[in-house]
């Protein structure tokens, strides 16, 4: 098929002389297509230039805008279209040889070959230069070639587009899903030998290589895996194989150095990607976080943290005909990095070792760490799909818990001690068991929690995550068991905010010597000891009364949770408050709001009293009593004493009635007693408002101020 104008022609015809002639034509837009059966050759369309023809040879000038080129049999997509187009080419037609042997139509074609001198053509994709030679024979209908070119600029994205169709599908497939973005103003391309031998593994076969040098690329090497953006490097396809290294690049923040994909063999579609990485950890936290690995540890690594440097390491085997099947080994070196594995755990410093992930999962390996003022060491791997389990065992110090919970318990600590623990991570929640036997942390608090530092009271950590209400689901919440010694027991049930997702503590109940069971909401605290000594534990709250346990920060907890305990019981056969006097107590303890109200039995006290704190402008509560019985026996007359040489600063209001009032083994009648505390300025004053004794044969009855000793005359009634 032909088809364009001729603008001049001229030529000879020598008819004595057989089929011989030979003209010059002129030409414009000329399309030639030839298509002899079993042949797929090249053919153009819009050419204009200049042509000399014989019937043995001839040659070509050509420019022209808007020419199309094809190449049927070598590109997938034949046809290239150019925005400009230069060349000079030439050819040669032989004698047809005298058929042969059985295929006698192909051995009778004559000999054709076309060089090409020089062809420059520019389009969208790329701009350069070609030439070479093309001839008929060998083995293949695309005959035998031996062509030279260079690319001045091109579009690394459309690289694929001028694969020939002899690198196997696959390969192609991946160059054009992989390289998404770039340029190059250095491609090299080589090309010679039989092409029925392509890609001449052998090199006495031929040659054929691409060497294309890229910049500012992007390659997205694996589906679902973060692409390598400003890519620096070379892609190459030598004979039967590909090679792209990378002179730089970056993943996120993270600068990526001696990194190359090597695919061996086209007929054995294995790509192997290798590299090396630096930057900052929590980049490579986030390439863990966007690859496939992340559903397979079931996002653990979402809420990760991390802070400083560290050293990437990759490799991954792509089947690129079976790219499920794919391989990877990654590792994250850690430099002493400062990591938070959860927003509600204390961070871990000075991070040493390594996280490794695959296509099974992930690994923590021989990490070390500094953690709450001591030494940590964790292992970490995925037994399963979805689940990471991590096994962690340390030293921890005093110290190091003030610095996150810096509090009247935490500063009666001293040393430090020895722990262990393990975290199981399914849907990203945690639970964590963590085991102590405290030896070598000593404590100054009272009974039951003092201790000297080589004395071991065992204590166990439990949280477990709450069901989840689907299997993909997150836990809406957890629950935190505290055992410590043979008898406390604290119990903790936290639910998960919604909008940040954080686990805020709804109830809670503290139990000594009894069951640990929750309320229905706020915090509840239940004793049962032969003594409990209010007197001992008065020190360590010094300062921190009711109001600022209600005015503590809610951070942690649920709206509406306080600190305060909602219900108190408490059964003891001593109860010591204020230093006074012993009672025994029994069960019936509440608070509402500032008040509280607790039943007391025992052989000198029976009924019950509140406590009330103390309002604005008070400096000190409220002690209201009802009593059945009240007894001061002689053996504690010391202790009335005391009480009466306290400053009026330290004596509560009262509102006190007994039924029945006894006194050193003499029983005086009912009781009715009402005083307030005034103290404030120089002289603090405690005011007896009435003092009633009713006895069937006397009533007594008094008032009066109690000032401090010293002050004035003394005390007066």
Same mark, same amino acid.
């Given at each position: ?297 079931? $996002? ?23 790219? $499920? ?40 390996? $021989? ?72 030896? !070598? ?80 909401? !706020? ?195």
């Amino acid at each position: 098929e032909a088809s364009g104008r001729i603008t001049a022609a001229s030529g000879q015809w020598d008819r004595a002389a057989g089929l011989r002639f030979e003209s010059a034509v002129d030409f414009e837009a000329l399309a030639l297509r030839y298509a002899p059966p079993g042949q797929a050759l090249p053919w153009f369309s819009n050419l204009s230039g200049q042509a000399r023809i014989t019937q043995s040879d001839g040659e070509v000038r050509v420019r022209s805008s808007g020419a199309t080129l094809a190449f049927p049999g070598i590109f997938a997509e034949p046809e290239i279209a150019l925005r400009s187009l230069s060349a000079r080419a030439s050819w040669t037609v032989g004698q047809a040889p005298e058929p042969a042997g059985t295929d006698a139509q192909a051995s009778s074609q004559p000999p054709i070959e076309v060089r090409i001198a020089e062809l420059r053509f520019e389009n969208p994709d790329a701009a350069g230069v070609v030439s070479g030679h093309w001839r008929n024979g060998g083995k293949s209908a695309a005959r035998i070639v031996d062509l030279e070119g260079r690319l001045e600029r091109a579009r690394a994205e459309r690289a694929v587009r001028y694969l020939p169709l002899q690198i196997p599908a696959e390969v192609r497939d991946w160059v054009g899903e992989a390289v998404t973005a770039g340029r190059s103003d250095d491609v090299r391309l080589r090309l010679r030998g039989d092409l029925a031998d392509f890609p001449f593994i052998r090199p006495a076969d031929g040659e054929f290589s691409v060497d294309a040098r890229l910049a500012e690329a992007t390659l997205h090497y694996a589906p679902g895996w973060p692409a390598i953006e400003r890519f620096e490097g070379r892609l190459l396809f030598e004979r039967n194989g590909m090679k792209v290294t990378m002179r730089s690049g970056r993943v996120y923040g993270v600068t990526l150095g001696q990194t190359q994909a090597v695919l061996q063999d086209f007929h054995v579609p294995l790509l192997v990607v290798e590299g090396l990485g630096d930057g900052p950890a929590a980049d490579m936290i986030r390439f863990v976080n966007d690859s496939p690995v992340a559903t397979r540890i079931d $996002d653990f690594t979402r809420d990760v943290q991390a802070q400083g440097r560290a050293r990437l390491n990759l490799r991954l085997e792509l089947p690129l005909d079976h790219l $499920d099947r794919s391989r990877v080994a990654g590792r994250v070196s850690f430099l002493g990095n400062t990591l938070t594995l959860d927003s509600t755990l204390p961070p871990l410093s000075g991070v040493t070792g390594a996280l490794e992930f695959s296509e099974r999962g992930l690994a923590l390996k $021989d990490v070390s760490a500094g953690f709450l003022g001591g030494s940590l060491r964790v292992n970490g791997e995925t037994p399963q799909p979805g689940r990471f389990a991590i096994r962690g065992e340390g030293r921890i110090a005093a110290e190091g818990l003030r610095t996150v919970a810096d509090n009247p318990i935490t500063r009666a600590l001293s040393g430090e001690t020895a722990y262990r623990a393990q975290i199981d991570v399914q849907h990203r929640a945690s639970s964590v068991t963590v085991e102590s036997d405290l030896e !070598g942390l000593a404590s100054a608090l009272p009974a039951p929690l003092g201790k000297a530092a080589g004395e071991r009271m065992p204590l166990r950590v439990q949280t477990t995550a709450a069901a989840p209400a689907s299997p993909d689901a997150r836990p809406a919440g957890d629950s935190i068991a505290v055992a410590l010694g043979e008898g406390l027991r604290l119990a903790l049930e936290r639910e998960r905010e919604p909008r940040t997702e954080k686990l805020l503590v709804r109830r809670g109940v503290l139990a000594l010597n009894a069951p640990a069971e929750l309320p229905e909401a !706020g915090l509840a605290v239940h004793l049962n000891a032969p003594e409990v000594d209010l007197d001992a534990w008065s020190p360590v709250f010094s300062g921190t009364g009711v109001a600022a346990l209600e005015q503590a920060p809610r951070e942690g907890f649920a709206e509406g949770f306080s600190l305060l305990p909602q219900a108190v019981s408490v059964v003891a056969e001593r109860v010591r408050v204020a230093g006074r006097a012993p009672h025994a107590g029994g069960p019936g303890a509440s608070r509402v709001g500032g008040q509280w109200r607790a039943n007391i039995r025992s052989r000198e006290v029976q009924g019950y009293f509140g406590w009330r704190e103390a309002a604005p402008g008070q400096r000190i509560g409220t002690l209201t009593a009802r009593f059945t019985r009240l007894e001061l026996p002689r053996s504690r007359a010391a202790e009335v004493e005391s009480l009466l040489e306290s400053s009026p600063q330290a004596l509560p209001a009262l509102d006190v009635w007994a039924e029945e009032f006894v006194l050193f083994d003499r029983r005086l009648g009912s009781l009715s007693l009402r005083a307030v505390n005034s103290a404030g300025g120089a002289r603090s004053v405690w005011t007896l408002e009435q003092l009633r004794i009713e006895h069937p044969s006397a009533v007594f009855a008094a008032h009066g101020t109690w000032p401090p000793v010293g002050f004035g005359s003394g005390r007066a009634t």
